[in-house]
């Protein structure tokens, strides 16, 4: 959907425009690209998908906790055999199924609580 078709219903202040922009959107899985051109962040001296992408590729087995969609296991050059993941957003946990569905991978919703848990063990 794109987020400019509502804002011409929107309140006039910019804050509420933003709010009704940002209420406007898709909001499962992690594709925030209507945000692009529109945000800042300062990345860390080290790449997170290098270093998950060498360490995923030796490994026969792996867990991601908190998947959100399922987007940063979808696009491991080289999986595990044995990849899981959970989510406890019932949206997200639909939307990581058909992500991670062609790589065989698995999504399974598990409670905040349960998620707790397992991370703690």
Do not use: C, H
């Amino acid at each position: 959907m794109d987020p400019q078709t509502n804002l011409a219903a929107a309140p006039e202040s910019s804050f509420e425009k933003l709010i009704a922009e940002g209420a406007s959107v898709p909001a499962a899985g992690w594709d925030f690209s209507w945000l692009d051109g529109r945000e800042t962040d300062e990345r860390p001296s080290w790449d997170y998908s290098r270093l998950r992408a060498s360490r995923m590729s030796t490994a026969s087995a792996a867990l991601d906790v908190q998947t959100g969609g399922g987007e940063v296991l979808a696009g491991l050059p080289r999986p595990p055999s044995l990849l899981v993941a959970t989510e406890s957003w019932p949206p997200n946990v639909l939307f990581a199924r058909r992500k991670l569905a062609p790589p065989g991978a698995s999504a399974v919703e598990a409670a905040d609580a349960v998620v707790t848990l397992i991370a703690a063990a």
